[in-house]
């Protein structure tokens, strides 16, 4: 079983930061591609950032020169640091992993959503 839990949402005013996480756990052998997806009100889930595990980076335009993705591949940890936030940045922030589990097979899995809002 694999789990992908993450933390750091909440309310920020814009023009403020905040710092996501989200953490792999379970039957992990190794992971490739992590990344960070965003879905807000009437809207298609859409791509924000991934990163690979030899640390390349590809971000969504909105984003990009705002938004950092890394990761910790010690602690199976992904991290997205989101600066100079605007209200359009509201969101669902759900973190993926695509993974090879211990019993080799390939999985790609998504974490529960962690609300971002983005308002004065």
């Known amino acids: 079983q694999v789990q992908l839990v993450e933390s750091g949402g909440g309310l920020v005013q814009p023009g403020g930061s905040l710092r996501l996480s989200c953490a792999a756990s379970?039957?992990?052998?190794?992971?490739?591609?992590m990344g960070w997806y965003r879905q807000a009100p009437g809207k298609q889930r859409e791509l924000v950032a991934t990163?690979?595990?030899?640390?390349?980076?590809n971000y969504a335009d909105s984003v990009k020169g705002r938004f950092t993705i890394s990761r910790d591949n010690a602690k199976n940890t992904v991290y997205l640091q989101m600066n100079s936030l605007k209200p359009e940045d509201t969101a669902v922030y759900y973190c993926?992993?695509?993974?090879?589990?211990?019993?080799?097979?390939?999985?790609?899995?998504w974490g529960q959503g962690t609300q971002v809002t983005v308002s004065s």
């Open positions: 990163i690979t595990s030899g640390g390349s980076t």
């Open positions: 379970g039957s992990i052998f190794s992971i490739n591609t």
């Open positions: 993926n992993s695509n993974l090879i589990r211990s019993d080799w097979r390939l999985g790609d899995y």
